[in-house]
């Protein structure tokens, strides 16, 4: 059974009003496992009897019921009603927005951080907080006028990294003096900027901020770069898709210990 | 002034029917503009007063006059219904696709390319097309399986990078074939492969070949390769996007001269 104070609240969350309640909705096996398996603090299981017709589903929903979290049982139909996405594979949850802030950030030796300045496409800010994930990125900070990390489009596109990946949400003077008083170098992603050289980034932290596509980098934050960098393209295509050029940015930057 | 049948056909082509007319759709004036840039033939143009309002609109509008293409112009509100998209911004075309086949490829030095092995999600492919384009890859190949390299959404992700990057549609067998004949290193992408070094690719050519998500290779491309290759992942997630994974993975094999 599910009330219908939960049904409202599911479909509140599905346009921009849940901003004003600090929660936000997940859907789908992959996604709803990755949140279990994150400190995110969970408020709502919806489960549908589909769930369970697949053993990975069948492990997730006892997972679900051994937590002791508030659940919800609706049939399948109700399910698909309140999910966002056609096929919610019988399972979605309501869980808390996470309040990082930058403030409480320990840099250590080679600290990564990712700045979005205007990323306006979710896919792309989820694609984003993925490879961030995946390369060792230790923070991620959307300057105002970018997309909400937290909107269902970003979440599936982030395969459940933004349940990870700490990311803030404050403006850029913040930012800027956060990273100023402690010496980071701050790279600006550039179609014309520098090509980049492995070794570039030594003790030090960095941030690496990727502006709006097409408009580029606001001019606050394009007066505040160290050093503008890009990539060097041998084709004919002018530029990158802006999640293309950051997770290549930032592959060079941080570097690994398997490149020659 | 548009004809009923020219209404049919664009309506067609934005359902998968139009495969059998070998024709695609085009919106937007950066798409238009790149199409126009391209070799590929322009069946018809389709212009409303809106495209006009703007400077770089109005020379497009001025560039499709004067190649004497054929033009029919609609009002604003036609041409949103005729639309795939939600702003057209005033005009959209419709090409003739290329018949591009890997036996019309001269491989020269070094010649790189890239093969989609089922990969299903068109914005997807469309950004490694553009991906290719920019880092100077030769050729393409979508297999069996895959997403439809001109159906709508596939070209806007590729910003227009379809145009002019070759992609052939053929199976595996012969697109094995012609790689063996021509000694061309098979790399296949795969989560735990080998970290790619920098200078792994000397005189030959090379096909790098990236698979479904999440399923992976197919059996027989995965025999067929040479090499598996991954990215050595440093953070906690335990996979990339398929567009991010193949754009660090062909970075790393392309390498560039800017590069230490």
């Known amino acids: 059974m599910i009330t219908r104070n939960q049904v409202k609240r599911i479909n509140r969350l599905k346009t921009r009003k849940r901003r004003d309640e600090g929660v936000f909705l997940v859907e789908g096996v992959r996604l709803v496992e990755e949140l279990l398996d994150s400190e995110l603090q969970v408020e ?75 990323l306006t496409d979710p896919g792309n800010l989820g694609t984003l907080m993925r490879t961030a994930h995946a390369l060792g990125v230790d923070w991620c900070v959307a300057l105002p006028g970018s997309v909400d990390p937290w909107s269902p489009k970003a979440v599936r596109a982030s395969a459940g990294s933004v349940f990870h990946v700490p990311v803030s949400r404050e403006p850029w003077p913040e930012v800027m003096n956060w990273l100023r008083e402690r010496d980071f170098t701050i790279f600006c992603a550039d179609p014309g900027g520098e090509p980049v050289t492995r070794g570039v980034v030594r003790g030090e932290g960095f941030a690496l901020v990727l502006g709006n596509e097409p408009s580029g980098l606001s001019e606050e934050v394009r007066n505040a770069c160290d050093a503008r960098i890009g990539i060097h393209l041998s084709g004919k295509m002018d530029s990158l898709n802006v999640a293309t050029a950051g997770a290549l940015l930032l592959d060079r930057l941080i570097g690994d210990p398997d490149r020659s």
């Open 44 to 118: 709502l299981a919806v489960v549908a009897p589909s769930l369970v017709r697949v053993e990975r589903g069948a492990q997730l929903a006892k997972t679900i019921r051994d937590s002791g979290m508030q659940l919800a049982e609706v049939t399948d139909s109700e399910l698909s009603e309140l999910a966002d996405t056609e096929t919610p594979q019988g399972v979605l949850a309501i869980a808390r927005e996470p309040s990082w802030e930058l403030a409480n950030l320990q840099p250590g030796d080679r600290t990564a951080m990712l700045v979005y300045d205007r």
